[in-house]
């Protein structure tokens, strides 16, 4: 099994920052991409970004587009997720997926093999 731990999570201001962070253990040998993703009290989880683990080449959601940063280091077997210009509709309890299908944009939660237990993002106005 893997095992996905996120963390850097908390409040913060609009127009601040948080890096989030993703930790991968259990020994995956079949990780091709890798995302984020959020849920919002009353709404649905949506796709935030995706990073090809082997080539680096990220994804992003039209609304995260320009503010946020996917990134990952291999050797950690770790994914980031800088936010940056927050703003109150990105509250949120923020998710990575893990999928074992190589997904060059948006990720299906159908194709996330493992997600994380997720972290929860406040920003205040």
């Known amino acids: 099994q893997v095992q996905l731990v996120e963390s850097g999570g908390g409040p913060v201001q609009a127009g601040g920052s948080l890096r989030l962070s993703c930790a991968a253990s259990g020994g995956t040998m079949s990780t091709y991409t890798m995302g984020w993703f959020r849920q919002a009290p009353g709404k649905e989880r949506e796709w935030v970004a995706t990073?090809?683990?082997?080539?680096?080449?990220?994804a992003y959601s039209d609304s995260v587009k320009d503010r946020f940063t996917i990134s990952r280091v291999s050797a950690k077997k770790t994914v980031y997720l800088q936010m940056n210009a927050l703003k109150p509709e990105d509250t949120a309890l923020y998710y990575c997926g893990l999928s074992t299908k190589l997904i060059a944009d948006r990720i299906p939660d159908s194709s996330v093999n493992y997600w994380g237990q997720g972290t929860q993002v406040t920003v205040s106005s």
């Open positions: 990073i090809r683990w082997i080539s680096g080449i990220p």
